[in-house]
Every structure is written in C-alpha cells, then in structure tokens.
C-alpha cells in the first residue's frame, strides 16, 4: 500500500515509518497508510517555515484573501466526498461530517475577509508633535497540535487565522485521524500558498508534538487536546529558549441546567444531542446534566425514551444516529465510567453496554445515570463518550452552583422559559460560552470559542478575537 505522506517546503515527502488509518466503523476498512514523522521531519518543516517567513509575512492581504478565499470555495464544492471521509476515519456520521466540513469552509472564507480588514490605530501622543501607532504583525512560525474529533474543522480555525495574519505554520494532526489534515493542506497547497508557508508533520504526540516542542524555531503553539497534554504543553512552552506563545483549548464538564419551567421538548432535545450526539465525543459535551426536582422525573422519563428511539450504526449508513467510539482505547475509558457510575451507586438508567454491528466497530449504546452526586467522578472527570449523568437539585440557586462546582469552564447550558435566570444564568456561569434552550455543545465560527478555568488558557480562538493570538503588537513612535 503507497504511503500518504507528509507536506514540507511545497513538497510530498514520504517518511521513514508509516501507520495505518483504521475506520471506527469497521475495523477491516482500512483508509490507507499514513505518514509517521521524526523529529527530523520537524526540522525540515520548521527550517522551511522560516525560509518562507520573511516573504509571506509581507504579501499582500489580496494575496492571503485569494489563497484562503479558493481554499474555501473548493471545501464546499467538495463537501460530500470531503466529510465522508471524515466520518470514515473519524466515526461521526455522514451528516455531521458533511457539516462540519462545511463550517471548514466558512471559517476559511471568514478568514479571507479577514485578511482584508486588518487595521491598528494611530494616536496622539502625550508627548507634543509625536504620533504614536499600534500595529499588529505576524507572530512568525506557530506549530499546531490537533485532536481526533474534530478532524477538519480544528485543523481549518487554526490554519486560517495563522495564515491570514501572516504566519507560516508546522501542523500535526491526531494519530488517529491525518486523512482529513491531509485532504485539508493539499487543497491549500494547490489554492496557491506558497512553499514552505503551510507543512504538515503527521505522527505522534511523543515524537513530532515534542519535537515541535523543543525546536527554536517556532515562536508560538496552538492545542488541542487533553488536560494532562495541554498542561506539559504549557510548561513546555514556558521552559523552552525562547519562550513560546501558547493557547490551549482542552477538557469540559460541561453542565445542562434544566429548570422546572423550561419547555419539556426543547430541554430533551438540547439534552440528548448535546450528551449523545458525536458519540458524546465533543468538549463541549453536556455530560452533567442538572434538573430541579419538579420536573425531574418526567425529564428523565422523556431522555429515556428518546434514547430508545437513537440507532448506533456504521457511521456512514443512512439513518445512524450515533456512530461508534474512535478507537478500542476510548470505548475502553467509556466503558470503563459506566463499572465506575455503578460502584459509585449512581443508577444506570440505560445504555452503557458495548454493541454488535453488522461490521467489527467500537459501537456503544449511549448511558444515562441519575441519582449521581456532585462528588462522584461521574461528575468530576471528562468521559469524552455517550456518557451522562443527572444531578436532582432543589432549585435554581442549587443548580447554579452544581453548575460551576468543577474544574472546568468551557460551556455551560440552561433551558428555561425564564427571563429572571436566564439572564441571572448567563451572568453567573463560570464558563466561557452559555446557552439558553440551546445545546452546550454547536457554536457559531464567526465568534470567539473557548473557555475558562481549567478547560483554556491564552486567548480565544475563532473570530475577529483569534487575532490576538496569531499576531503580536507593535507600537511606534514619531517625531515627524
Ligand atoms: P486526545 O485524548 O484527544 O488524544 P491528547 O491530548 O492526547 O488528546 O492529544 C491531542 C494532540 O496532542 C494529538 O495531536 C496528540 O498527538 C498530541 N500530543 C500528545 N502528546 C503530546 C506531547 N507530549 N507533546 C506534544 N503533543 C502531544
């Protein structure tokens, strides 16, 4: 089987070692082999992000705006082909692949424009006769380390920023997941980016995420990805010479208040897709989900038997809603919080148990708990899985402090036909992103993504605020 290789200084450059991509949805489907990078491959590709530097970094918006603009039109002319083979590698099903590679287009079509209305400000000075000016440039060469779950669309809100504010970038993708990165690059390479502007280095984490670690050569790094990870990342990128910039988006604990006004359909909607769908796989996940006592019981009642209702299947079988968990490992973790829910003595509703397809898949039925207590590592720890718990609380007071009693802060859910705490709701919750009647998890590309305490660090990505991370300020002085 060839090698899908790896992309450095404008070329396709195949690696010493090679590893198979493996389709969560039947293991005897394999995507190909793909690329595993050595730190010597790094080197390659951050020496030619450097070489490319001192010219991208002084093109023309016009130039930036065309590359991304192109970049983006063939996404979306190539969306269906494209998200199936993100569900194909990745386990989401057809449609949320096909959507997702479509939210990649118009981040980079958002990008594009973006490159056009790059502004600074001019001052008076306090000084007489000076004139002083703030300006934004390139931060140099940014190293990004992406996840598995959202394979092209992480990929798209970090390349594009970098690229139209000047930067030249080094990314890997997650192991399990380089197809889409590749599919990705290679259509940016042929919108006309220039050599060396854009490499990609796939492999591990231990040896290419490291090795981009520890190069000079890079000024700044974006992840995402765990918390163990996102932190070594950090103090990686503080030890090393120079310091690196450095943003993480990592974990979420994301809670789901329901209140006894709130419109039963809508919460149970917002809940079973915010839980379940994606295979639960999302960071912004609703997977403590927190309901005041009066309506408790026929919330539940109503979760259980939509959850009857949701088909696990091949992912890119028509009518599955749920596709399998990326990988043995992760259904093993899954599986694993359900042993740990019981021996905590919260009740498994349903679900929980691992499924036989027609193909060899990691295929889980989505798990619902209740009677859990905030305690529980149920509620404390990121399943990343069909995994949710419900947390009964008295009142509102009760479940806004449910709410923010975690590590986390990424994105934090109520449904309510209150304006009283829907307003008290969205000023209070210790998160970065809130939603009212709305899922936790789904967000617009046009708007900053990120979160709080434990869940991020740096500046926000996504948006005019991804600016902040992706270029650094200069403020001049003048004496004309
Ligand atoms: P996940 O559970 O989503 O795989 P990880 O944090 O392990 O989360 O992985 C996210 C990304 O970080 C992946 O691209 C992975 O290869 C990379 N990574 C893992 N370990 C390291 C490391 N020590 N240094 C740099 N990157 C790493």
Redesign the pocket.
Known sequence: MSQETNFIAGEWVVASKATANINPSDTNDVLGEFAQGSSADVGEAVAAARAAFPRWSRSTPQERHDVLKRTGDEILARKDELGRLLSREEGKTLPEGVGEVTRAAQIFHFFAGECLRQAGDKLASVRPGVEVEVTREPIGVVGL?????FPIAIPAWKIAPALAYGNCVVI?????VPGSARALVDIIARAGVPAGVLNLVMG???V???A??EHPGIDAIS????V???R??AA?CVAAQPMKKVQLEMGGKNPLVVLDDADLTVAVDCAVNGAFFSTGQRCTASSRIIVTEGIHNRFVDAVAERMKALVVDDALKAGTHIGPVVDAK?LEQDLSYIDIGKAEGARLVLGGERLNRATPGFYMAPALFTETTADMRLNREEI?GPVASVLRVKDYDAALAAANDTAFGLSAGICTTSLKYSSHFKRNAEAGMVMVNLPTAGVDYHVPFGGRKGSSYGSREQGRYAVEFYTTVKTSYTLP
């Open positions: 380390i992406t996840p598995w779950n890997k993708p997650a192991e399990l591990k984490g231990s290419v995420g490291q981009m670690l992840f995402t990805g765990s163990p990870t996102g070594a990342i990686a992760q990343f």
